[in-house]
Nanobody, 120 residues
Framework: QVQVVESGGGLVQFGGSLRLSCKTS????????MSWYRQAPGKERELVAA???????NYAGSVKGRFTISRDNAKKTAYLQMNSLKPEDTAEYYC??????????????WGQGTQATVSS
């Protein structure tokens, strides 16, 4: 059974930090690209950060230098360290796991989301 479970959200003041965790099971975590997305009210879901199975990372321009994505293959868990938080970072944050199947198609699993709220 595939599970993707986010945690670590909460309420923090401007300039504060949060560390999100994405604990997984039921698939080959070490082969997956792990990503964090976010969705603010009235806005589309957007990619925040991603880390490939080989450890390559990429970030949205709005979070570069403030957020860090990482992974622990032994724990089958991905993380998003968020520093210097701003009110515009307020959103529901979702973890995504993606594998490429033998046929070349994408297999995706999503978590239920964790809310991060930054007060000004």
């Amino acid at each position: 059974q595939v599970q993707v479970v986010e945690s670590g959200g909460g309420l923090v003041q401007f300039g504060g930090s949060l560390r999100l965790s994405c604990k997984t099971s039921g698939f080959t975590f070490s082969s997956a690209t792990m990503s964090w997305y976010r969705q603010a009210p009235g806005k589309e879901r957007e990619l925040v950060a991603a880390i490939t199975s080989s450890g390559n990372t990429n970030y949205a321009g709005s979070v570069k230098g403030r957020f860090t994505i990482s992974r622990d293959n032994a724990k089958k868990t991905a993380y998003l360290q968020m520093n210097s938080l701003k009110p515009e970072d307020t959103a529901e944050y979702y973890c995504n796991a993606r594998l490429v199947t033998d046929s070349g198609t994408n297999w995706d699993a999503w978590g239920q989301g964790t809310q991060a709220t930054v007060s000004s």
